[in-house]
């Protein structure tokens, strides 16, 4: 019991700190739009080659025997890499996509969790439903805005998704579970053999 309580501490410790790099990631973002967009670019591009490189020589190292994934897996980065830094705009208009799939994706989920909380009648609900649809209605424009505006928006969504993670984490986490054990007791579980 220790050790799964233990384990439940860490992934609420993990998921603090990816909510404050959020925040931290998304003031850059506002405060410095155009260098941050171009050094993103750079950095992911890097990033790819890098992690391309070491795979491909995971899968030498392997002998050429093992791992054919990795070779496979370590040319697709390579090429990611080369793309990211040869075409950086076409770059950043995907990323502007992964960015808006990933805050609606998170606010969905977070909207999940205020239903359970509204079905359970647990205080509070109602805050962390609006928070998550603002989240939803940000990663949605986010994935409409024009470049001009891209950077700038993607940073106020990653304040916002990053402030509502914490405010999901650091009140809501424990009335989440609550209310899911809640209404996961009040039905009978039926099991089909």
């Given at each position: 019991m220790n050790s799964i309580k233990k384990l439940f501490q860490k992934f609420k410790v993990e998921s603090i700190v990816s909510a404050v790099f959020a925040i931290i990631l998304g003031i850059l973002f506002v405060a410095m739009p155009n260098s941050s967009a171009n050094a993103l670019c750079t950095v992911s591009g890097v990033f790819f080659i890098i992690t391309g490189l070491t795979l491909i020589m995971a899968f030498v190292a392997g002998g050429f025997f093992?791992?054919?994934?990795?070779?496979?897996?370590?040319?697709?980065?390579?090429?990611?890499?080369?793309?990211?830094?040869?075409?950086?705009?076409?770059?950043k208009d995907l990323i502007k996509i992964i960015f808006g799939i990933y805050i609606i994706v998170d606010g969905t989920t977070s909207l999940v969790d205020s239903i359970y909380c509204a079905r359970a009648k647990?205080?509070?609900?109602?805050?962390?439903?609006?928070?998550?649809?603002l989240s939803i209605i940000l990663g949605s424009?986010?994935?409409?805005?024009?470049?001009?505006?891209?950077?700038?928006?993607?940073?106020?969504?990653l304040i916002i998704d990053g402030i509502c993670d914490l405010i999901e984490i650091?009140?809501?986490?424990?009335?989440?579970?609550?209310a899911k054990k809640r209404l996961l007791d009040s039905h009978e579980t039926i099991y089909i053999d």
């Open positions: 093992f791992g054919g994934h990795l070779l496979i897996l370590g040319i697709a980065l390579l090429i990611c890499g080369a793309f990211t830094l040869s075409y950086p705009n076409e770059f647990i205080r509070g609900w109602f805050v962390l439903t609006i928070i998550s649809v424009i986010l994935m409409l805005a024009t470049f001009e505006t891209i950077v700038i928006f993607m940073g106020c969504a650091l009140v809501f986490s424990k009335k989440v579970r609550e």
